[in-house]
């Protein structure tokens, strides 16, 4: 469709575009040391971003056939590369995860930033992170939606590192950074790939393309396995998941924002934004399969044993984003998607109800919540309750039926190893969920001397002094409700929202084994979660402490760190760096320094007939002369 500047619905994508964008640029130059006020245009971008989405939603629902708005960026005969918009079920419904979730943060962050000297710059980053995901949100271009989405890896680098002053936010903003480049690389190379081979990156003409076989089968696996090397970088997938926990160390607003619907869904979005496509290459979903089992079993079991709640949550984000990619690479569409939905609802809540704790206590270690009395906080203790029965897969909580989606569809798969995976996955994510939530709401003799020998770690809060009442409760408590809302209520949209993304019902056949599995695997979970930390014998020692080597291998987080640490001294540093010097010093600097020499040298020589005797300077023009003259004539 051409575009029509006045058209309603352009307009609208515009303004939801522009508006963040535009208070970003005034916050920072004019307003940021005047908290109140950077915090009302703030709000103001993102409430009528809000307003506009859930408009879209609305008046689109249903919607048969893509609205597209396109100005060619790129034309010629051979590359065609525009920058638009593209309202389909699918960038509709991200739209509105992203522009909700980013309005909640900022209400949110209302009580948790109030006071800090930082208020103002803080919520201009809140700005530009949500312009970011709401372009790459309904961009109609590749090219268009790589921009947004390294806008997404700087905004995150300026969050994340806020506390800039703190060494270690400092450097997790680095690592966020720098690791997700190494995937952002190949996302580059796949759409320099199509643009030599295809020509044209409209997300529309890639998919139909795929889907048509127009294109060939090796570009199609090339190109898609490419892009998910920036899949996997975004949405923190196997091997490069290690910059997503220590992203922690950014405010607990901004973990919230990062981990539910915007950076690290991202990853899966772009899965989900070009699946035709992708999915057009068997050898690309095998290994998007493989990847994403990987990811929910290793960071699952880390999950195990981390005492810091905000890690705890960050390791869990990991394997549910493996279990989304793991959805989408089985062939279903809408189960992947329909969990990056529920999980935006509940890994919110979970984060922002553990601010709360965070803020009240001045610690992330739920041990010294516990002993302190976490549990009357009422409204977050009952909102991270729902949020973790959510994220377990309990009936009749929105992530039971999302969870279900993905294990059904994994179980129509000729190799059962995934289902098996999936399940145990389940399992595990259920007992480290509620190992928190019972610590905290049983608060057993043990755990006041695991407490104690803890300590208060005054160095693990957020640090900056917030733990005293700033009267913003209720900024703070107002999103934990609509979330929980949230989580009570989206599972019941599952048909409804299918029929909206795929363009039909589906008949769910329930399969009584499967669903007989998956509640056990959640119950069992449960259970030694119980027996290990609830019950009123409960030794307070998780089941890992039997089998030492593996404990402290999780605890290790399999190494991870430690191979990045290798890898880099050995080829980055060690290799590739040596070379790069080398060559700077020897080649680079060895030419220009040549040339000065030269310069220098030469001019020195040719100083020698400047010898201020103006008889023999005449003499030597005069030979210059004749020679020149004597060149013209005999044309020699």
Request: aromatic residues 16%; glycine residues 10%; hydrophobic residues 55%.
């Amino acid at each position: 469709m051409a575009v029509q500047f006045f058209d309603a619905t352009f307009q609208a994508c515009l303004l939801v575009s522009i508006l963040p964008i535009l208070c970003f640029g005034v916050i920072m130059i004019f307003t940021r040391e005047n908290p109140k006020l950077s915090l009302g245009i703030s709000l103001t971008g993102s409430t009528i971003p809000l307003v506009i989405a859930w408009w879209l939603l609305i008046k689109y629902w249903g919607i048969e056939k893509p609205l597209i708005y396109n100005l060619q960026w790129l034309y010629s005969d051979m590359v065609k590369i525009p920058f638009g918009f593209l309202l389909d079920p699918t960038s509709l419904l991200m739209l509105t995860i992203v522009a909700t979730i980013s309005w909640l943060v900022q209400v949110y962050s209302i009580g948790y930033m109030g006071g800090d000297p930082g208020f103002g710059r803080f919520y201009a980053f809140l700005s530009l992170f949500a312009f970011s995901m709401l372009t790459l949100s309904i961009s109609s271009g590749l090219l268009q939606l790589y921009i947004c989405w390294e806008m997404v890896g700087l905004a995150s680098y300026l969050l994340i590192g806020f506390w800039y002053e703190k060494f270690s936010a400092s450097e997790a903003g680095k690592k966020a950074f720098v690791v997700t480049r190494f995937g952002d690389v190949g996302f580059f190379m796949g759409l320099a790939f199509l643009t030599i081979y295809y020509g044209n990156l409209e997300i529309n003409q890639v998919n139909s393309a795929a889907v048509a076989q127009s294109m060939p089968g090796w570009l199609i696996t090339t190109a898609a396995l490419l892009i998910f090397c920036g899949i996997m970088g975004k949405s923190a997938q196997f091997p490069i998941h290690v910059w997503l926990p220590d992203a922690m160390e950014g405010p607990t607003p901004v973990s919230a924002l990062l981990h539910s619907a915007t950076m690290v869904a991202a990853g899966v979005y772009l899965m989900a934004r070009i699946y035709p496509f992708f999915s057009a290459s068997s050898e690309a979903m095998m290994v998007a399969l493989i990847i994403g089992t990987i990811t929910l079993l290793l960071s699952s079991t880390i999950g195990m044993v981390a005492s810091d709640i905000k890690q705890v949550w960050a390791y869990s984000t990991v394997s549910q984003l493996g279990f989304m990619v793991m959805g989408l690479a089985a062939g279903s569409y809408f189960a992947g998607y329909y969990h990056l939905t529920t999980h935006a609802s509940f890994k919110a809540l979970l984060f922002l109800c553990s601010g709360v704790f965070i803020h009240h206590f001045g610690t992330n270690d739920f041990f010294i919540m516990a002993a302190q009395g976490g549990k009357k906080l009422k409204i977050p203790m009952i909102t991270i309750t729902i949020a973790a029965l959510s994220l377990a897969g309990i009936f009749p909580l929105a992530g039971f039926f999302s969870k279900e989606g993905i294990l059904g569809a994994l179980a129509h798969l000729d190799n059962k190893f995934f289902l098996f995976a999936g399940l145990f996955g389940a399992f595990l994510t259920a007992y480290y969920t509620f190992r928190v939530i019972f610590v905290m709401l049983f608060p057993r003799e043990p755990i006041f001397k695991i407490a104690e020998a803890h300590g208060h770690a005054e160095e693990h809060g957020h640090g900056h002094g917030h733990a005293e009442a700033h009267g913003g409760d209720w900024a703070m408590n107002i999103p934990l409700l609509i979330l929980a809302c949230f989580t009570l209520t989206l599972g019941f949209m599952q048909g409804h929202l299918e029929k909206f993304l795929t363009g039909h019902a589906g008949h769910h056949e329930i399969s009584i084994p499967l669903l007989v599995s998956a509640v056990s695997a959640a119950l069992l979970g449960i259970g030694l979660a119980w027996r290990d930390w609830g019950a009123k014998k409960a030794k307070c020692v998780g089941f890992l402490s039997y089998v030492p080597v593996l404990e402290n291998f999780f605890i290790q987080k399999w190494y991870m760190d430690h191979f990045w640490r290798w890898f880099l001294n050995a080829f980055i540093y060690g290799t590739f760096s040596k070379w790069f010097t080398y060559n700077d010093r020897r080649v680079v600097d060895g030419g220009v320094d040549a040339v000065a020499f030269s310069t220098v040298g030469s001019g020195r020589y040719l100083s020698r007939f400047q010898t201020a005797l103006l008889q023999l300077n005449l003499l030597f023009m005069v030979l210059v002369v004749a020679g020149v003259g004597l060149y013209l004539v005999t044309g020699r």
